[in-house]
């Protein structure tokens, strides 16, 4: 999970995106915004959408015992993975990624809210400890 998260800030430093300075705690901040359908940490489970632990770098429809939709189950049959660049797709957009999705969420247009977040739930591993 290090290496994703220390991937993606070094490409953000050659591209100079705003991903090169995240802010943690503002992610978690932006996180309550996911609060209402997503759970993340050691005790996280099922809520409206699956637990986000160890989502950063987490192939797709990787929670086993939620079901997920359509879309995003072809995308893990596809070998896709929730990767830094896709995350913030996904962020800005759900249903562009995934356009019959479950996600009823509009999205965060502001791309360091997306930043911070992103390395907020990078933090996490899939057992929820840090």
């Known amino acids: 999970m290090r290496l994703v998260l220390a991937s993606a800030l070094v490409l953000a430093a050659a591209t100079g995106s705003a991903y090169a300075d995240p802010d943690v705690a503002k992610g978690e901040t932006a996180f309550k915004k996911c609060m209402a359908c997503h759970a993340i940490g050691p005790d996280a489970k099922v809520k409206v959408g699956p637990p986000l632990n160890g989502i950063v770098g987490a192939k797709w429809a990787h929670f086993e015992g939620y079901a997920y939709s359509q879309d995003i189950k072809d ?24 356009p019959k999705g479950k996600m009823a969420f509009a999205g965060i247009k ?17 057992d929820g400890s840090k």
């Open 110 to 126: 502001n791309e360091d809210e997306r930043k911070d977040l992103i390395a907020y739930l990078a933090q996490f591993k899939a």
């Open 75 to 98: 995308g893990a049959a596809a070998g896709k993975v929730w990767d830094a660049a896709t995350l913030d797709a996904y962020l800005t957009n759900p249903k562009a990624l995934a």
